[in-house]
């Protein structure tokens, strides 16, 4: 079974679970999930392996506690010792995969912008290459750093109790950082001189690249559940 289909069974068979033991296994599901240099595909058969085990336990009338102990982060660390790591051929297609999507967003972004711009005043459709490759650099480091937050936030904090308030300040910081990092990529943007090479790349030439990277990343994605 593809991952694709194991983690769409897991979302289903996981509404199963009472209450106390889907809070249980979720808090181990997340932990996993969230160290990113794990097999994806052992991962996903492991937690679906644990998911009957624990459905089965249920039926008996059997509590995860009682099961799989009193300190679940014990027990999924226990878990992660018997996953490999990601082969790296599958970290370069995923990073690949991201790469190529963030490129055509970047045209796409560019040229509908152009569009409305040129509604209003004279839009110079030339495309400066230097300039260009420093902000899609500095997109996708900004976005490779903000994944690894988020997943570093998600495996600390994935046996605390959220409560509202914790909630409320985990949208706060998610919110800042979000704007600071737009601001960045506006600031560089503004700041950066025209110079280097360019070439005429008007709106829909800049949306069909866009599209045709976009389609890209699509087909590595399918690639992926392989």
Same mark, same amino acid.
């Given at each position: 079974m593809d991952t694709k289909e194991l983690i769409k069974q897991n979302n289903e068979k996981r509404e199963l679970l009472h209450e106390p033991n889907k809070v249980y296994y979720e808090q181990v599901l997340m932990?996993? #999930?969230? #160290?990113?240099?794990?097999? /994806? %595909?052992?991962?996903e058969e492991?937690?679906?392996?644990?998911?009957?085990?624990?459905? /089965?336990? %249920?039926?008996?009338? +059997?509590?995860a506690k009682v099961v799989f102990g009193e300190n679940p982060k014990a027990y999924a660390d226990d878990i992660i010792e018997q996953i490999p790591d /990601? /082969? +790296? #051929?599958?970290?370069v297609k995923f990073w690949g995969r991201i790469a190529f999507q963030l490129t055509g967003y970047y045209f796409i972004w560019r040229g509908i912008v152009m569009l409305i711009l040129a509604q209003f005043t004279p839009v110079d459709d030339r495309l400066y290459v230097i300039p260009t490759l420093i902000q899609m650099a500095l997109i996708a480091a900004l976005v490779y750093s903000g994944v690894r937050l988020i997943f570093g936030w998600i495996n600390k904090t994935a046996f605390e109790e959220v409560t509202k308030k914790g909630r409320l300040k985990e949208v706060i910081v998610a919110g800042t950082l979000g704007a600071l990092g737009f601001g960045l990529i506006a600031g560089v943007n503004w700041l950066l001189p025209t110079i280097g090479p360019a070439t005429s790349f008007p709106p829909a030439s800049s949306i069909g690249v866009g599209a045709i990277f976009l389609l890209i990343s699509w087909i590595l994605k399918r690639t992926e559940w392989k």
């Open positions: 932990y996993i #999930r969230s #160290r990113l240099s794990l097999s /994806e %595909q052992k991962t492991i937690l679906m392996d644990l998911l009957d085990h624990m459905l /089965e336990a %249920q039926a008996n009338g +059997k509590s /990601e /082969e +790296k #051929r599958d970290m």
